[in-house]
């Protein structure tokens, strides 16, 4: 790791672009985006209106925006579908949380990158090679890659940090759904072949007891700013309270980028005043059926791709309350 990584981390007043600022400011991001940077930012926006805890806020965003905005009118504002059983299109998102007017507003692009067109990368397994889709978009047309996730449980990953927000870049459900026995080859490497990528870390507020969508939310009023992602995952799950190596993905990426990564960084000030000891993870037996799927091939195909699937699913949601 460069001796220049670095992570902000500050609580939230009431302008928000005024911390976004230092925080780019802090990590040094800001002096490298001039009239020509083209810039990809990527919230989480995970349910089919606002919910706190569980999705970017828009004033986080906007707060982004306003200070991009001054350097740069090449901005896109980006995100993916929803899949599964539970569909639903990301752009009546982005117009049902303001995030279209936004765009308008900034005149800024607001994107969504289901079906547009793409380009493969090869992820390495142990038995296969996997060609995974990206957007040409964040390959070939961005310069820099911002990320704003919600610190959060997840019934799958533990965590939902900033690696676990890209996998919303990969732009067809049904490919995701695929994927998820590889889940921690396949974000590492979509993490890898993204530009220049920094952090801009939403803690508004967080998810605790069950995620990603559901769950009981936190107050939290911090955010945290990086210039290296894999480190704002290390402090993200010291503020949750979660050991890093419980989280097999973080392990997975850690080990690729040799630990020491991540333990030698430069904060603005200590972590300590931030941290919460109220985050866990406790998973309904509804939840285990999905579990199951993603962490087994077999188990995925007869979940989400067989005769079986709709059968399945129905038996399911006789005990289980559908998200939404």
Request: charged share 25%; hydrophobic share 40%.
């Amino acid at each position: 790791m460069d001796k220049d990584t670095r992570v902000f981390i500050a609580s939230i007043q009431e302008d928000y672009a005024a911390r976004v600022r230092e925080g780019l400011e802090f990590i040094g991001s800001l002096s490298q985006i001039d009239s020509t940077t083209r810039i990809a930012i990527k919230p989480n926006l995970t349910y089919p209106t606002f919910r706190p805890g569980v999705m970017t806020t828009y004033d986080a965003v906007e707060g982004l925006v306003k200070v991009l905005r001054d350097k740069t009118e090449h901005i896109t504002i980006v995100e993916s579908d929803s899949g599964g059983y539970n569909p639903f299109s990301i752009s009546e998102v982005f117009e049902k949380t303001g995030l279209l007017a936004l765009g308008k507003r900034y005149g800024i692009k607001v994107v969504n990158l289901t079906g547009m067109p793409s380009r493969d990368i090869v992820v390495k397994t142990a038995f296969r090679k996997l060609h995974v889709p990206l957007p040409k978009l964040l390959l070939d047309e961005t310069d820099l890659f911002i990320t704003m996730p919600v610190p959060k449980v997840h019934a799958n990953t533990l965590v939902s940090l900033s690696m676990k927000n890209q996998w919303g870049v990969i732009q067809e459900p049904a490919t995701r759904l695929k994927l998820h026995p590889f889940f921690e080859q396949v974000i590492y490497a979509v993490n890898k072949a993204l530009p220049r990528s920094i952090s801009v870390m939403d803690g508004t507020f967080g998810l605790t007891r069950n995620g990603p969508m559901r769950g009981d939310v936190l107050k939290l009023g911090w955010l945290l700013v990086s210039n290296d992602l894999f480190s704002a995952d290390y402090c993200g799950t010291q503020l949750m309270g979660i050991n890093w190596d419980r989280v097999s993905h973080l392990r997975y990426a850690f080990r690729k980028e040799r630990l020491e990564r991540v333990k030698k960084l430069e904060l603005n000030t200590s972590l300590e005043p931030f941290k919460s000891r109220e985050f866990y993870l406790q998973r309904e037996w509804t939840d285990l059926p999905g579990l199951v799927a993603f962490k087994s091939r077999l188990a995925a195909y007869v979940g989400y791709e067989s005769m079986l699937a709709r059968p399945l699913h129905w038996a399911l949601y006789l005990w289980r309350e559908r998200l939404y």
